[in-house]
């Protein structure tokens, strides 16, 4: 048995102007697809700190004056755009670190790569000290 046929919201779910009959999975996406662009769009909108201020700002302001809060005022902008702003210059910062991160690290492998070759050249040399001192005997 089919799952349209069985479950009971799939016969409640008839599609208005449909002539009667059952609504399909097809029905429903764009509806789903609606329901998660929209909950996608409430969640990357959350509001940062600095433009919750300016509409309490505006809030207050409208207040005082004896009229509505608009539905975005000016402060509120202005809050939104610096912590857009405040955004955009932790994420350089971020960039900048891990840029000077990985010189840090590339100066690391230059410095122990010389290391290396000083300590070569150091058992070189201890090398032909040896000989040295052994023809002389």
């Excluded at 779910?13 to 998660?36: D, E, I, Q």
């Amino acid at each position: 048995m089919a799952w349209r046929r069985e479950h009971p919201a799939a016969a409640a779910a008839a599609v208005p102007g449909n002539s009667g009959k059952r609504a399909s999975l097809r029905t429903f996406y764009p509806v789903s697809a609606l329901l998660l662009s929209t909950a996608l769009a409430v969640v990357s909108g959350c509001d940062g700190p600095k433009e919750k201020a300016g509409r309490e700002q505006d809030r207050v302001r409208a207040n005082a004056a004896g009229v509505d809060a608009p539905a975005e005022g000016p402060a509120e902008k202005i809050g939104e755009a610096q912590d857009r702003a405040d955004a955009a210059a932790a994420k350089a910062r971020d960039a900048a670190a891990k840029a000077l991160e990985t010189r840090a690290d590339a100066l690391r492998r230059d410095a122990d790569v010389a290391a290396d070759r000083l300590e070569e050249r150091a058992k070189a040399v201890r090398n032909s000290a040896q000989d040295v001192s052994v023809e002389n005997r």
